[in-house]
């Protein structure tokens, strides 16, 4: 499998581091204050916030994982049932994906998920970022990425499942598909949702890079679709979706299906085999090494 194809290459890690209609107007949600520390959130405290506005039948979703979004088991399981109860509410035809953390949208999977765990645990938590994959590509929701921050590699993954991405305007920021950087390999899914969003050309030589592209950058290779001003992100994206509400919902959802059913068929006819291939990746002693410097690399470069 292409994940075996890791274990040739020492990391790359040190050149990394440099949807129906609505009554009232009011606003649904669990919400909550936005936690204003900087570190691991280890806490019960929602990590994620369910702003529902009845009247545009569209609801915003902020990633409120401290301190980068990354995307652990727990996380995922919250995103994967929030996602799910509006998908079952009709009211609901359109989600805004955004961060509540400054500077970052998702810094992708939690690599302490990856790092040190049992291959029990390491399944369980596959089988969430698979999960989380497939209920965002395949939603009959319009779902319009808010990228107010940097999106690398998993980060990446939940902005291209969106059918539309806006990105803030500002260098500091990259998205991209970085990990053969860290030394492990995007899987197949991985692969196919940017082919599907950007081209084979493309992905290919962005996938064997792990580049990460800045807004500009990604705007000309067509893997955002527009850039603003950060403080513009959140009314454009909300004016993009009454754009895309105003088609008949069954007509743009048969329409999205007939895009993208052919890799969620993919990966629904391999998910376990899937699952087993990461968890016999991901534990083995160099890649478990690699995850480890990577680790460090990041602690270091913040001192
Ligand atoms: C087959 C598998 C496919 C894999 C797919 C993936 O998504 S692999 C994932 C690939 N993802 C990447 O390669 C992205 C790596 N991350 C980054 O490049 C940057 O964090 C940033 C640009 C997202 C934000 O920069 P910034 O200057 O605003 O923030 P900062 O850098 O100061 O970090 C703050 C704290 O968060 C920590 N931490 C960070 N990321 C992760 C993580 N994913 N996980 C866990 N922890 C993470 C960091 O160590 C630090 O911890 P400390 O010291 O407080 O205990």
Redesign the pocket.
């Known amino acids: 499998m292409a ?1 075996r194809g890791a274990f040739r290459t020492r990391c790359g890690l040190l050149s ?1 581091l440099s949807q129906r209609l609505p009554h009232g107007n009011h606003v649904r949600g669990c919400v909550s204050p936005f936690l204003s520390t ?3 959130n280890n806490s019960t405290a929602p990590k994620i916030k369910v702003d529902f506005d009845q009247t545009a039948g569209v609801s915003i979703m902020t990633l409120q994982n401290p ?2 979004n ?2 652990s088991l727990d996380f995922l399981t919250e995103f994967c049932s929030a996602l799910e109860k509006l998908e079952m509410d009709k009211s609901c035809r359109g989600v805004i994906l955004t961060s509540g953390q ?3 949208f ?9 790092y040190g765990k049992s291959p029990e645990r390491c399944g369980e938590f596959w089988r969430a ?1 698979q999960e989380m994959w497939l209920k965002l590509y395949s939603s009959n929701m319009v779902i319009i990425a808010a990228i107010n ?2 999106s ?4 990446c ?1 939940m902005s291209m499942t969106c059918d539309y991405r806006i990105m803030a305007d500002n260098p500091r920021y ?1 998205i991209g ?3 053969t ?2 030394g ?4 197949f899914w ?1 692969k196919e949702t940017m082919v599907n969003t950007v081209g084979h050309r493309t992905t290919e030589i962005a996938l064997q890079l792990g580049q990460l592209y800045s807004p500009t950058e990604a705007l000309d290779i067509g893997l955002v679709d527009k850039l603003v001003p950060e403080d513009q992100i959140i009314t454009t994206a909300t004016q993009t979706m009454t754009k895309w509400l105003a088609v008949p919902d069954h007509a743009r959802q048969i329409t999205k299906s007939m895009m993208r059913k052919p890799t969620i068929d993919k990966l629904m006819s391999k998910r376990e085999p899937d699952i087993q291939n ?1 968890v016999s ?2 534990t083995k002693d160099p890649i478990q090494k690699s995850l480890g410097l ?2 460090a690399m ?2 270091k ?2 001192s």
């Open positions: 994940l990394l900087h570190r691991r301190p980068v990354s995307l400054p500077k970052v998702s810094a992708g999977l939690d690599i302490m998920e990856m970022v921050g940097s690398p590699a998993g980060g993954l990259s598909l970085n990990e950087q860290l492990i390999v995007a899987p991985f990461f990746f991901i990577y680790l990041l602690k470069r913040k």
